[in-house]
């Protein structure tokens, strides 16, 4: 059983950054491939971006890639997002979530264990 927390939202203003973490605990971290998902009010939850078990491999949505960038510190078995460039849009309650198989990086029904979310709010 892996037990996810996430923290690091807030309130920011367009243009602005945060960096969302998420310690996991209850499991074998550095073999996780670790995702970070959101929803926004109204909208189905949407892929955000992905690392592999080393962390050599990543992957982004399309809407997020060059402003968010997903790392690891699997001695601290912690992921990070890091958020720049914030848009209005970018508000959503942001998830991360743990892949046991590494077998579906963007799908969501590919990862075992979640978080309970944090929220991320960007004012224009």
């Known amino acids: 059983q892996v037990q996810l927390v996430e923290s690091g939202g807030g309130l920011v203003q367009a243009g602005g950054s945060l960096r969302l973490s998420c310690a996991a605990s209850?499991?074998?971290?550095?073999?996780?491939?670790m995702g970070w998902f959101r929803q926004g009010p109204g909208k189905e939850r949407e892929f955000v971006a992905a690392?592999?078990?080393?962390?050599?491999?990543?992957y982004y949505a399309d809407s997020v890639k060059g402003r968010f960038t997903i790392s690891r510190h699997n001695g601290k078995n912690t992921v990070y997002l890091q958020m720049n460039s914030l848009k209005p849009e970018d508000t959503a309650v942001y998830y991360c979530?743990?892949?046991?198989?590494?077998?579906?990086?963007?799908?969501?029904?590919?990862?075992?264990?979640w978080g309970q979310g944090t929220q991320v709010t960007v004012s224009s």
């Open positions: 979530a743990a892949d046991l198989y590494g077998s579906g990086t963007h799908r969501s029904d590919s990862y075992d264990y």
């Open positions: 209850g499991g074998t971290f550095s073999s996780l491939t």
């Open positions: 690392v592999n078990w080393s962390g050599r491999s990543t």
